[in-house]
């Protein structure tokens, strides 16, 4: 299994990393929740645009990106501008998509940027080889709000992932019964033994929060938490899940 280094964060190493969204509207609690997650409450911050409300506006997204860095530091974040139908904010076509992130990629400031899987090949792997220029790396993610699919299904998907060219690959997946969620920790598991690149993966909403501190048993490389607003349903409080995290891990 390859690992990825973002700054001072091996992802892949063993350890389940924690990260956390910032989620504010305005840039003034986008930077706000960014200084609150310096203090040593989680190892990566993931940026999500699509909440930010001048999402539209790559020239804004840049000069804030420029902010978080400075703000944070040497801890890493992710560029995530998740569209309406991976359960986001931002309503573009999967043009307009594309062009922000290009964009932003060319002058903005994020150690890791989350291309959707939904946006067909083509388009994933030109984004895939703008971050790649600028040296930045590649989480391919994939979201079913609706369902689990079957296990043979979600180990495509993560495979899928690895073929077009992720330097990390994340699957979020709705059950509807304990078995969805064991069938997403046995995907996972599988797809840890035959892939050569780090997983992130998950069972979504109370059903599924176990799935989130398990990676020990799925090979899932890190686990969401929230601090204030959650970004997806089932997130634990990032100060609860390092608790979780430091008691499994140690």
């Given at each position: 299994m390859k690992t990825v280094r973002l700054r001072n964060v091996e992802l892949g190493d063993g350890d389940s990393k924690i990260i956390v969204p910032i989620t504010g509207a305005t840039e003034e609690?986008?930077?706000?929740?960014a200084k609150e997650l310096n203090q040593g409450i989680c190892d990566l911050a993931e940026w999500r645009v699509d909440l930010f409300e001048k999402h539209h506006a790559v020239s804004e997204i840049v000069r804030v990106s420029k902010k978080l860095r400075d703000v944070l530091g040497d801890m890493p974040?992710?560029?995530t501008i998740?569209?309406?139908?991976?359960?986001?904010?931002f309503e573009g076509t999967n043009e307009e998509y594309a062009e922000t992130v290009s964009k932003f990629l060319l002058e903005g400031e994020c150690d890791a940027c989350d291309i959707e899987l939904?946006?067909?090949?083509?388009?994933?792997?030109?984004?895939?080889?703008?971050?790649?220029?600028?040296?930045?790396?590649?989480?391919?993610?994939?979201?079913?709000?609706?369902?689990?699919?079957?296990?043979?299904?979600?180990?495509?998907i993560l495979g899928e992932m690895q073929s077009c060219g992720a330097d990390i690959a994340k699957l979020a997946v709705m059950p509807k019964s304990i078995q969805d969620v064991l069938n997403l920790m046995l995907a996972s598991a599988k797809a840890f033994e035959n892939l050569n690149i780090p997983l992130i993966t998950m069972s979504m909403g109370k059903l599924g929060a176990f799935s989130r501190v398990a990676?020990?048993?799925t090979g899932s490389c890190a686990t969401f938490g929230s601090y204030?607003?959650?970004s997806a349903p089932g997130q634990y409080d990032c100060r609860d899940l390092k608790k979780i995290m430091e008691m499994l891990y140690e």
């Amino acid at each position: 299994m390859k690992t990825v280094r973002l700054r001072n964060v091996e992802l892949g190493d063993g350890d389940s990393k924690i990260i956390v969204p910032i989620t504010g509207a305005t840039e003034e609690k986008i930077i706000a929740q960014a200084k609150e997650l310096n203090q040593g409450i989680c190892d990566l911050a993931e940026w999500r645009v699509d909440l930010f409300e001048k999402h539209h506006a790559v020239s804004e997204i840049v000069r804030v990106s420029k902010k978080l860095r400075d703000v944070l530091g040497d801890m890493p974040f992710i560029f995530t501008i998740r569209t309406k139908e991976d359960g986001g904010k931002f309503e573009g076509t999967n043009e307009e998509y594309a062009e922000t992130v290009s964009k932003f990629l060319l002058e903005g400031e994020c150690d890791a940027c989350d291309i959707e899987l939904a946006k067909g090949k083509p388009l994933v792997q030109s984004l895939l080889g703008d971050a790649k220029s600028h040296g930045v790396k590649t989480i391919v993610s994939s979201h079913s709000f609706d369902k689990t699919p079957t296990v043979d299904k979600m180990i495509s998907i993560l495979g899928e992932m690895q073929s077009c060219g992720a330097d990390i690959a994340k699957l979020a997946v709705m059950p509807k019964s304990i078995q969805d969620v064991l069938n997403l920790m046995l995907a996972s598991a599988k797809a840890f033994e035959n892939l050569n690149i780090p997983l992130i993966t998950m069972s979504m909403g109370k059903l599924g929060a176990f799935s989130r501190v398990a990676g020990l048993l799925t090979g899932s490389c890190a686990t969401f938490g929230s601090y204030g607003q959650e970004s997806a349903p089932g997130q634990y409080d990032c100060r609860d899940l390092k608790k979780i995290m430091e008691m499994l891990y140690e």
